[in-house]
Structures are given as C-alpha cells and as structure tokens.
C-alpha cells in the first residue's frame, strides 16, 4: 500500500463538509500559570481552509454554503473529526456545526 501525502490542497470536503484550521490556544492563564494539555479546553474558533461544493435539497438542486476559505468561525466543542496535516490541526465538520463567522 502506498503511503499519500495529504495537506490541505489535496484535501477537499464533499457535500456540506468544512475543513477549519484549529486556532492555536494560550500556554497559559491570565495570571501567568502555564496549562498543561491536559488541562486545556478544546478551541472552539478556527479559520476555514477549504469548503464542499454544498448540501442537495429536495429537488436536487444544490444549495451553495454560508461560509468560504478564509472565514473565521465558531463551531460546536464536540463537532467533527478532528485531523492532523503536517503541524497544523484541522477538524472537519459539517456546516450546520458552524454557530457563527467571527468578525
């Protein structure tokens, strides 16, 4: 079996899908406590790094997607699949798991 490279210009969502990159959360507190990962909570915003073409409706026709590459979003804490392309962290998650573009 052949090993593949993937990074996120190989990597393109189907459907509804939404590839966002995970931002990277503080070492540590207000107070200068450093965190351990352990101790951290999971990030809930991220920056959308590539989106599906959108969802079919009942007719067939295709609804086309609310977010775009480059959007900064908040999505749901447990949502999605989370992935690891080279150092950076991704969670692929589908758009009704998107709660709001951060402006």
Do not use: F, H
């Given at each position: 079996?052949?090993?593949?490279?993937?990074?996120?210009?190989?990597?393109?969502?189907?459907?509804?899908?939404?590839?966002v990159k995970i931002a990277q959360q503080d070492e540590k507190t207000a107070g200068g406590i450093f965190l351990?990962?352990?101790?951290?909570?999971?990030?809930?915003?991220?920056?959308?790094?590539?989106?599906?073409?959108?969802?079919?409706?009942d007719d067939g026709k295709l609804v086309a997607m609310e977010v775009k590459a480059g959007d900064k979003v908040l999505y749901s804490k447990y949502a999605g699949t989370e992935v690891k392309l080279g150092s950076d962290e991704y969670v692929l998650l589908?758009?009704?798991?998107?709660?709001?573009?951060?402006?």
């Open positions: 079996m052949a090993a593949v490279a993937l990074n996120v210009s190989t990597l393109k969502p189907l459907g509804d899908r939404v590839l351990p990962d352990t101790a951290k909570e999971k990030p809930q915003v991220g920056e959308v790094a590539a989106v599906g073409p959108g969802k079919r409706n589908a758009e009704r798991d998107i709660l709001a573009i951060v402006q």
